[in-house]
């Protein structure tokens, strides 16, 4: 198949660029930056998804598209409220228009697990919870899903919403301010000290990233009843719990700064991924710690190579 990925160049769309390649699809990958992949299969388009109006090269022909893409993150979306409706929201609309132009009905959408729904009145948190998101991302997340149900009740488009819970693994960029599990082992491995913000006893359910790039693919195909899944290992692990992996896993302890709790964490998020284990057929395969392990070893391997390709002086 020709598939479609905005946001190919990112921690999940290049591991699902690596993915489809391999699987023998064409992929046009529309994102900054430069190339990242090469192959006769690989197509590459630049762009800014906030200002550009015209896909059609992009989708012309394709048969799926990921929407991958979020100019945002949780913390920046409180900042700046417009500016995270305006390069999300109706910049993802104008991309819908267009596909429903082209004929092109199926889109897998990640959305996010851990700000769609807000604080949790139960756990684990299954499809069926209230949905009220105490930040403008998880707001616009939202909102996404329901024109997605709304193009799919018409019969325009056939949408996949996955609401992911928190990614983590190899490939993730060290520089990112999101993803505590790469930040802290990256901290550690740097000798520097960590910010914790609140006890420590927020927790977190956390996915590694071929899990998930399973679960994308196994969505990819999907043919039942429902459109919208959490993904998620169904497993809570607190902050305290990941600084004592991560401190097991590099064999040294961490310095940790301790602030203030934030406004915009929830307590708890912990997502039942029954939903997706029986209609997807899915389930994840990797444990945190075997998960951490690999993380601390691929970034390790990533280092060498860094200092390894650096000019002498």
Excluded at 65 to 74: A, E, G, N, Y
Excluded at 228 to 236: A, E, K, P
Excluded at 260 to 273: H, Q, T
Aim: hydrophobic fraction near 40%; charged fraction near 15%; proline fraction near 5%.
């Amino acid at each position: 198949m020709i598939a479609v990925v905005l946001g190919g160049n990112g921690f999940i769309g290049s591991a699902l660029v690596s993915r489809l390649l391999a699987q023998g699809h064409a992929v046009r990958v529309f994102d900054r930056g430069v190339p990242m992949h090469a192959s006769k299969s690989f197509h590459f388009f630049a762009g800014d998804f906030t200002t550009h109006a015209d896909f059609s090269e992009l989708l012309q022909g394709a048969d799926i598209v990921f929407h991958l893409i979020s100019t945002t993150l949780p913390n920046t979306s409180v900042d700046n409220t417009t500016a995270d409706v305006h390069g999300n929201l109706l910049s993802t609309l104008r991309l819908l228009e267009q596909m429903k132009k082209k004929g092109i009905s199926r889109i897998v959408f990640p959305s996010s697990g851990g700000t769609v729904y807000g604080e949790a009145q139960y756990l684990p948190i299954d499809e069926r919870h209230p949905t009220e998101p105490i930040v403008p991302y998880g707001a616009t997340k939202l909102a996404i899903e329901k024109y997605l149900a709304i193009f799919r009740h018409a019969g325009q488009l056939d949408p996949i919403c996955l609401r992911i819970s928190n990614p983590y693994g190899p490939g993730f960029r060290p520089e990112s301010p999101q993803g505590v599990i790469g930040a802290f082992l990256n901290k550690s491995l740097n000798n520097q000290p960590i910010d914790l913000w609140g006890a420590g006893d927020v927790q977190r359910d956390y996915l590694y990233i071929d899990d998930l790039i399973d679960a994308m693919i196994a969505a990819a195909s999907y043919q039942g009843p429902h459109f919208l899944f959490n993904i998620s290992t169904g497993i809570g692990t607190s902050l305290l719990e990941i600084i004592a992996l991560v401190e097991q896993a590099t064999g040294h302890p961490l310095v940790v700064h301790r602030h203030s709790s934030r406004s915009f964490d929830v307590k708890s998020n912990v997502l039942c991924n029954a939903r997706a284990q029986q209609e997807l057929g899915w389930s994840p395969k990797l444990s945190l710690t075997q998960g951490i392990e690999r993380t601390l070893q691929w970034l390790k391997s990533a280092r060498k190579y860094s200092d390894s390709q650096a000019p002498n002086t």
